[in-house]
Every structure is written in C-alpha cells, then in structure tokens.
C-alpha cells in the first residue's frame, strides 16, 4: 500500500486514511487501496445485492457533473421528454428512436464486465445521445468505468460515491460522430469493476441508453471507418484497455489505400501512485527527508501523453488533472462532482499529413503506439530528459478517425517538413530548514517548466487532386510546489497550455489550472491534527472548427455539407470553468477521523456558433426570422454546496422563449436561487461530518489511524 504526503485514501476497518501522493510504505492491507482496475482480495465472498431502483418519491439525492447542454433539433436533450419528428420516411423507419445498451447491476464484477449486442435500430438517425443513469445505495469506492463497441472505447466515465439514503445521476454524452460504428451490429463491452462483501455492500446499478434522431438539415461530417488503438480483448470478453507502464500500449494496423482525412483521439488517466501526478516530485527529490523510511513518488509532477506512429513522435496530448469523487475528501463532490469526473476529456490529433505513407500499400500494416512520459532530472545535476515510462499506472486507449475518399482509388503523396525537437525543460530544487514548533524540520520547494512546438507537414494527392497539409503543436507547463514540516503540507500549482492547428480548418486551445493546498497542523495540547485543505481546477477551452470527437463543439448546419473545412466561426466553441473546494478535518491522537466541513462551488461559461444554427432552423421552420428570436449566447451556470447540500444553483440558457423551462430536472431547465433568497436544500439533507471518508495529507508525524468499535470512519459510508 502506498503511504504518501498529500493525498489519502481512506478505508474501513483496519486504517481510516492512507495518503496516497508522495510517499511509499508496504502495509500488510494492499487488497484494500484504491486501485480501480485492480482485482479484488481473492478471499472475499462476495454478497448478492438485489437491484432496486429507486421510486420517484425516494430520497435518492440528485448528484452531477456541471456540463454544456447536448443539443438537438427540439432543443436541450431530456430523454424523459424528447420530442423529434415522430414520423416514418417512406422506407417505414422512423426518424426518433431509443435502445437500451446496458441494464445490469455491477456488484462483484472485477473481471466481470457487462457483456450484451447491439443491432442498428429501425429507424434513419444521423444524431445520437448516450444517457447514463446510475443508482447507487451504501458504502462503496468510486470506480472507473468504460463503455466499449467491440474493441473501441467510447465513453470513459467514473463513479460517485454513495451515501447510506442512496444517490443517482444522469450523464448526456453526444457521440455523433462515432455514428458509423451504430450502423453495424457490435459487441457492447460495459466496465465497470466493483465489489461487493459485507463492508463494501453498494451496488452500481446502471442504464444507458442511446437515442437516435435523424434531422434532414444537420450535416455531421462523421468520419467512415474507426479503427482503435487498444489491446483488443472483445474476443474474449474484456475490455481493451491498455494499463502503462505494465502493457507496451501499441497497436498495429492496417489502413485503408484510399483515406482523405485521418485523426486520433485519446483517453488517458492516472490511477493508483499517479491518480495525483501533478503533487509528484523530482526523482532526485524522492529522498528529500532524511529520518524517514519513506518515498516520495518520483518522475516530476509533469506528464504528457504521446502518439507515436512507426516510432515517430506524431502529436502530444496534456492531461488534464480530473480529481475523482473519493479525491482529497470525498464530502466535497456531493452533489457537485469534480470537473470531468463523468467524462474523461480526449485528446485530438490530426495525422493526415502521415496519409502518403500510411496508405503505402504494407503487408503488416503501422504501429500506433500511446505514451505517457514523465522527466528524469538527472539525480538533480541540470541536465534533464523526458521519460519513457511512469510510475503505477495509467489506462490509455485511441481511436483512428478515418475519412475514405472514392472507392478504388489511392491517396500517395510527399512529406514536406517533420519538426519535432527535444522539448526545452527547466528544473530547480531547493530545501530548506524551518523553525516549526519547538524543533527544526525540513522544508522542498521546486519548479518544473516544459515548452514543445512540433510541426508536421505533406502534400497529400487523393482524387480531388493535391493538397497541402499540416500539424501545428505548441504546448507549455509550469508547476510549483512547496512541502513544509518535512512534506505534512503541500502547496502545488499547475498550468498548462496548448494550441493546436491543423490546416483543415481547425484551431484549438486548451488552458489548465489546478492549485492544491493541504496544510496539517499538530495540537500539542491534545495530540490530534488538523487538516485544512483548497482545491481548484480550471479548464480554458476554444475551439474553431471541429477537429474529430471534440465534445464542446455542437453540429454545423448544412451550407457546410460539401466543404471538409469548417467556415470561420461555425462549429466553434468556446469554454471556460473554474471549481473551488474546502475542506477541515480532525485526526485525534487515537487515530480517529473527524470531517468538520466542506464546501465547493464552481461556475461555466459555453458559447457556441452551432447554438445560432439551431436557433436559426428553428425559426426558419416555425416562419419567424432569427432576428425575431432572442440572440442566443450560449449557457452560464453557477452552483455552490456546503456540507454535501446544493445551496445555490443559478443557470442560463439562452434559447428561444419556447424552449426556455421546457425540460425538467434531467435536462436543463433554467432556473435560479441567489444566494439573497433563503437556499432550499436537496434532500436528503447531506451528510453527518463523521459519515464520510477520504484522502488527506498524512506523514510520521500524523498519529496511524487504527481500527475501532466506535469509527468515526462510519461503516455506512465510503472511502
């Protein structure tokens, strides 16, 4: 089991809290670390958990993930009242239609996915709305979760962390442009790895549910074939994902002669010693203080995930540091869940200008290989180097986007340029000697600083005649952080930044924060600690013009149906959210775990040229002009929460006034409670300070907590 500074995960029973970012320690309890992949003790047996959804009167309470409206053409989707054109075309097929994927209860299902088959609908669609609804009661871990067609993986999602009353959620996800893979019969491949015995008896109970609508004037520029990058184990049903740096996560693969147009998307994120990447150290710093028996987590606090096509560098992806409902103190994330928590953010990278060499006529096919790489510092001598491995471990998965041109025919062409130098890294540590209570202690202070460009460019001839196109790259990140009283706090800041280009059309930045600051101070008088912790996360996200999958960019209207390359401003978007939380604890000198408080709040900005062009259909419709309609602006949304209640939750959804308050509550209603109106709390009423479990900073100097007949690790809830 890991035992680390900053973060901690908390169990039942034998240890309340471990921490989980920085330091290392063998415990004889590693069957119960927060490893979401991870196969269960093998001596536990495991409970039958009868499946029970909730009546609509019950107190389940409603848990979410602040997120951009899907749209369609009736407006906000709201599975409970979508209303699209209901008639058939002449063929008899319908235009709206809906099939459940998944309708399983995960209990004890570590190696057990959800296995079932997909056949397309009766019915014509070129728009299609994933809706997940999960329903969960009693103590549990939060898991990791995936939704795969055959060997693809479409969807990655995580779970909350249920109460002893029960909580649920509803997740929208579009995934349009995935269309070409629910026009054939597939294997559906659910993951969801769970378990279930007499401490942990909380079942995930889940529905998804793809809907199906087809509107004449929407043109979805889908791409005709997927291919993915994975391990491929849907033969054998399970799921493909790659686990880094156990797997070497590359995938050979045969591409078609006659492809226009090709991107990959990927999924990647830290679990277990690198769920907290970001708080990480310098491999020279992982000994920084003296005395003790324990490590700090290596291989610096920066990351980046890398596509490499036959060994060449093709493009990189920054993560974004997605904090998870059991992150730092789980009473945090009810109701409001962390940013990306319900939908791990892809990366996009366009390698079309690799065509003249993919669609080489080659027996094997090409290596598409995923990366996830660290720094090595040089044990602090100035000369530092980029990894090729991290720490335990990372699931990554990819997809390749491909647009085929005239049957017959065979995209050649010449690549001009390839400019992928060694990024610039710049490094520095100190330590320091402080005064903290009645003797010295040692403090680390240090920085990390990256800066790539890559560029990559060809002439691609298809059977439109030559062309010349190009990748443009630029990405930066700064971290700093700050340990004091020999690593019982932490301070870290994190920012990334990166632009991509691609000459098709699309422009596409993404700026990420996070602040971490855990502060743990000793009470000489009584022996116990305090634990006083802020969080921030921020993503800063525009796009212009659609790449691939991106998921804030809303379908176009159809003046672009013959055109590859978005117009200006169609099928832009642009993003911008920021999550504040806090939380106190109390850890006595017995080792008993007290929460005093908790509070988060977080507000979202979307604007988006494609909610003009619905507006502006919908109105040509109903015989109004656009100017006739309130000029849409995109949505707003603010929420806040303390003690795990919704306090106030004010949002704003520019459509028009037919549209506004049309959908309830698993939509989006518009609706408003200032924080000068007396807040209505959601029921149930949240949750007993002692109830809830989670990570928090930990060292030597913080008394073990032990087991006890009296937890305030109350066994209803969960770490």
Not at 201 to 216: G, I, S, Y
Not at 377 to 388: F, M, N
Not at 601 to 610: L, V
Request: aromatic fraction near 8%; charge should be negative.
């Amino acid at each position: 089991m890991q035992l680390n500074h900053l973060s901690s995960i908390l169990f039942f029973g034998v240890f309340c809290f471990t921490s989980v970012a920085a330091r290392t320690e063998e415990t004889p309890f590693d069957g119960e670390q927060r490893e979401l992949f991870a196969p269960p003790p093998p001596a536990q047996k495991p409970l039958q958990v009868p499946r029970r959804p909730p009546s609509p009167n019950s107190p389940y309470q409603n848990v979410f993930q602040v997120h951009p409206p899907v749209l369609t053409p009736a407006g906000p989707f709201a599975a409970s009242n979508w209303r699209g054109p209901q008639n058939n075309d002449q063929s008899g097929k319908k235009h709206v239609c809906a099939e459940v994927l998944v309708d399983h209860s995960f209990g004890f299902s570590y190696g057990h996915p959800f296995i079932g088959s997909y056949l397309p609908p009766n019915c014509t669609f070129n728009q299609v709305v994933l809706n997940l609804t999960v329903v969960s009661k009693g103590r549990q871990f939060d898991r990791l979760a995936a939704l795969y067609l055959g060997d693809v993986e479409l969807f990655r999602t995580s779970t909350a962390e249920p109460s002893p009353t029960g909580i649920r959620w509803t997740y929208h996800k579009d995934v349009s442009i995935y269309q070409s893979l629910f026009r054939q019969p597939q294997k559906i491949i659910f993951d969801l790895g769970n378990l279930i015995d007499e401490k942990y008896t909380a079942a995930f109970n889940v529905t998804l549910t793809a809907n199906f609508v087809e509107d004449p004037e929407l043109s979805i520029d889908a791409p005709d074939t997927i291919l993915p990058i994975s391990a491929r184990r849907s033969t054998v049903d399970r799921p493909s994902a790659f686990n880094l740096p156990t797997d070497v996560a590359i995938s050979t693969v045969k591409i078609p002669q006659n492809v226009r147009r090709a991107v990959v998307t990927l999924l990647a994120n830290g679990q277990a010693n690198e769920e907290f990447w970001y708080t990480n150290v310098l491999s020279s710093d992982t000994n920084a203080f003296p005395g003790d028996d324990d490590t700090l987590l290596g291989f610096s606090p920066f990351r980046e995930v890398q596509l490499l096509i036959d060994g060449s560098l093709a493009g990189v992806m920054n993560p974004f540091p997605v904090i998870f409902t059991g992150g730092f103190s789980p009473w945090m994330w009810r109701p409001i869940v962390g940013i990306d928590a319900f939908d791990l953010r892809e990366g996009e990278i366009d390698i079309t200008p690799w065509l003249p060499m993919l669609c080489e006529a080659r027996e094997n096919g090409h290596d598409f290989e995923i990366r996830v790489v660290g720094i090595d510092d040089d044990r602090g001598r100035g000369h530092a180097t980029l990894t090729k491995t991290v720490g335990n471990y990372w699931v990554v998965t990819g997809k390749i986007l491909l647009w085929l041109d005239e049957e017959g025919s065979v995209t050649t062409g010449l690549r001009l340029e390839y400019a992928s130098p060694e990024p610039r890294i710049y490094t520095r540590s100190s330590k320091t000697l402080e005064n903290v209570s009645s003797g010295q202690k040692q403090g680390l202070d240090y920085t990390v600083e990256v800066n790539r460009r890559l560029i990559i460019s060809a002439v691609v001839s298809t059977s439109q005649g030559p062309r010349t196109v190009a990748w443009d790259q630029t990405t930066k990140s700064s971290i700093v952080g700050d340990m004091t009283d020999e690593g019982s706090s932490q301070e870290v800041t994190l920012s990334t930044g990166q632009i991509d280009r691609s000459s098709e059309g699309y422009i596409g930045s993404m700026d990420y924060a996070a602040h971490v600051n855990i502060q743990a101070k000793p009470n000489a008088t009584n022996g116990s600690w305090m634990m006083d912790g802020n969080i921030s996360t921020a993503q800063k996200i525009s796009l212009e013009g659609v790449l691939g999958s991106s998921r804030d960019s809303l379908p176009s209207s159809s003046d672009q149906k013959e055109d590859l390359r978005p117009k200006s401003g169609q099928g832009g978007s642009r993003l911008g959210t920021n999550q504040h939380s806090k939380f106190l604890a109390q850890v006595s000198a017995s080792g008993n775990l007290t929460w005093i408080s908790a509070s988060n709040d977080q507000s979202m900005n979307f604007e988006s040229g494609g909610i003009d062009d619905v507006l502006n259909r919908n109105a040509e419709k109903n015989k109004k002009t656009p100017s006739s309609w309130p000029r849409p602006m995109g949505y707003d949304r603010y929420v806040s929460s303390v003690d795990g209640v919704k306090r106030e939750d004010r949002e704003r959804l520019q459509l028009p006034d037919r549209l506004i308050g049309s959908v309830d509550s698993s939509g989006y209603p518009v609706r408003s409670t200032s924080s000068d109106s007396k807040p209505v709390p959601e029921q149930p009423p949240g949750l007993k300070p002692d109830e809830v479990q989670g990570r928090l900073p930990m060292t030597a100097n913080i008394p073990v907590i032990q087991a006890s007949p009296n937890p305030t690790c109350s066994p209803s809830m969960i770490p």
